[in-house]
């Protein structure tokens, strides 16, 4: 071998040995650090994004990444009584399992509910890449803030990151029924935040109404019902009762249409109360129970 074809072959295995270094490098040193943006959308909620710069930071004993995603409610002086939720997200990027989403035993994305003593709802993983939940209380009992005037946690969602090189990816908050019980309030206000991990990065002032939260076209607004309020007003006072009174009496309107269309969902959904599925003298009660219970004038 000639002393020219060995200094290539030198020169030649020095370029190698530089470009191995660059090649294998950020696959060693910056595979696991490349970050994941998450956006959490919904067609309620204010829609928020938060960037992971190292996931490391969310590692369990086995070393797999677990994030969270919470929607957050403050709706003052109001109860929820229920909530229907399809929530969506990239199978490719994410998991979610019962086996990281659970308050005890019971599979849960309500722990508002749970922690309020009046079960978790009901949580199916209908699909690979959708989570579907209800919770339904038959009385006002799960109240949409804390005592200490802060946000509560409406749903919330915990998932294995399957791909943390996907650069991107969504969750999908998408609430199909929402009822509340209205306290004493001249208007229905509502907060919402959503937080990933802690980061909030959107949130509406107190007294912004329901109608204020943008739904993205692609979305149908949730149906939203305050049930308890017959008028359809937007609270639940003593007038509701009267007017139901009034219906069953058989009292009619000037030109002679009944008093309430009960075939009507969401008047029916209003109206009943008691949430038994029938309207009948027991959802008077029960409206006047809330009235006194309330202290509503
Ligand atoms: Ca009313
Ligand atoms: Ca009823």
């Known amino acids: ?117 009046f079960g978790s709802g009901i ?32 749903v919330k969602a915990v998932f294995k990151v399957l791909d943390r090189n996907a650069g991107a990816t969504a969750v999908n908050c998408i609430v199909e029924y929402l009822a509340m019980c209205d306290e004493a309030v001249q208007k229905p206000y509502v907060q919402y935040q959503v937080v990933a991990d802690g980061v909030v990065d959107s949130e509406l002032e107190l007294g912004e109404t329901l109608s204020t939260v943008v739904t993205p076209a692609s979305q149908e607004p949730p149906v939203v019902i305050l049930v308890g309020d017959v008028d359809n007003d937007g609270q639940v006072t003593i007038s509701d009762a009267t007017l139901l009174q009034r219906h069953f009496a058989e009292f009619t309107a000037q030109d002679g249409a009944p008093l309430l269309d009960l075939t009507d969902e969401a008047a029916f959904t209003r109206t009943d109360a008691n949430r038994d599925g029938k309207i009948d003298i027991r959802d008077v009660t029960q409206i006047q129970r809330l009235v006194a219970e309330f202290g509503i004038e």
Request: charged residues 20%; hydrophobic residues 45%.
């Open 1 to 117: 071998m000639t002393k020219r074809i060995k200094t290539v072959i030198s020169v030649l295995l020095a370029l190698a040995l530089v470009a191995g270094i660059f090649a294998i490098a950020p696959l060693t040193a910056f595979a696991d650090e490349a970050p994941l943006t998450v956006t959490a959308a919904s067609n309620f909620f204010p829609s928020t994004v938060n960037t992971y710069y190292d996931l490391s930071e969310f590692e369990d004993d086995n070393g797999d990444a677990f994030i969270t995603v919470e929607y957050k409610m403050h709706a003052d002086q109001k109860y929820l009584i229920n909530i229907d939720v399809d929530l969506t997200y990239d199978p490719e990027v994410l998991e979610w399992s019962a086996d990281y989403n659970k308050t005890g035993n019971v599979i849960n994305i309500f722990p508002f509910a749970a922690k309020n003593g």
């Open 123 to 154: 949580v199916n993983q209908a699909e690979e890449n959708r989570v579907v939940g209800n919770f339904s209380s038959v009385r006002p009992a799960a109240w949409a803030y804390n005592e200490d005037g802060s946000a509560v946690t409406v």
